[in-house]
């Protein structure tokens, strides 16, 4: 692969990071009573239609058979342990500093919420399931192109039918591994659709980034006028049209750009930081000011910069703790 496509993947997922800790720092400000405007409300969707799915595109789009065994290792070290690790400090925090991420109100049931469910890192534990399931992929190019019609019409039943939850409640994420299954299957198809027809590089990506904004900006207009449904399949085209943007945007993005690139080497750590810094920037703000929607992205921004810091930080430190935080 090109070291222009090797860039702009890693801008994808910088912009994937930055999005998560936006549309974090909006919903936290909702959890304390905050109201959204129409526009901020219609945004907030937008942010989470997007911010995830691109993660697990970008995920699928990277991963390449590969000997299991060694395969399952790397996952290993690089999501379960720092999932491990990080749930447990939250479990810690919730009991000793605040009650903020506490989903149970005994030991057990907190352990439960975090390693059961998943409820903690949601995220990470999903991927950690996706990736499990992902060598079916390696059989061949073609199950990538079956399985995702077929997991897109599962998931329309199941939102008429309910044949199980996709929320937090189920156990292993499952419901959640059915629907970003399709965004990591995805990912691995444009992949090989890229290797198998290379006519398709010649594709400008301004064109991307044009057909995603104008669509975008109807389904916008849209969404505003109560026009734009949120049931599951107009949020998937929601999502494929968002992730085209922003991906004929990171096509775009000069290359070397080492902001973009550290937020993509250290995005899974800002995932597990975010968390407490958003606790710990909104308990300051909330404690000397009365939060408004623009103190919100401001308050966003030294999130990022404090997890990214941190992360790089943590970088720096013995191997014993850069294995036990994913590094």
Known sequence: M??????????????????????????????LGGVFSAVTATLFRFIYAVHVPLFFAVAGFLCHSQHIGHYYWKKVCRLLVPFVTFSLLKIFYSNVISSDFAHGDSLASQLADAFLYGRLYWFIYC????????????????????LIPILIVVNALNERYH???????????????????????????????????????????????????????????????????????????????LML?????????SQGNAVLEKF??????????DSFYKAILFALATHFFRINMPMVFLLAAPDCVLSLATSI??????KPVKFAVGL
């Open 2 to 31: 090109g070291e222009k496509k090797l860039s702009a993947v890693s801008y994808a997922k910088a912009f994937a990071i930055i999005l998560v800790i936006l549309g974090h720092s909006l919903s936290q400000y909702q959890r």
């Open 127 to 146: 991927m950690f399931v996706v990736y499990l399931i992902s060598p079916v992929l390696w059989i061949h190019k073609s199950v990538a192109w079956i």
């Open 163 to 241: 044949f199980w939850r996709n929320d937090d409640f189920t156990p292993f994420q499952i419901g959640r591994v059915s629907m970003y299954l399709v965004y990591f299957a995805s990912g691995y198809a444009v992949r090989n659709f890229i290797k198998d027809f290379p006519s398709v590089k010649k594709l400008r990506p301004v064109i991307f980034a044009s057909v995603g904004f104008v669509l975008g900006a109807v389904f916008f207009a849209l969404a505003l006028l109560g026009k734009f449904p949120q049931d599951y399949l107009c949020g998937l085209v929601l999502t494929y049209t």
């Open 245 to 253: 943007f922003l991906t004929g945007i990171a096509l775009l993005t």
């Open 264 to 273: 993509a080497t250290y995005s899974l750590q800002c995932m597990f930081l």
């Open 313 to 318: 930080l943590l970088d720096k430190l013995p």
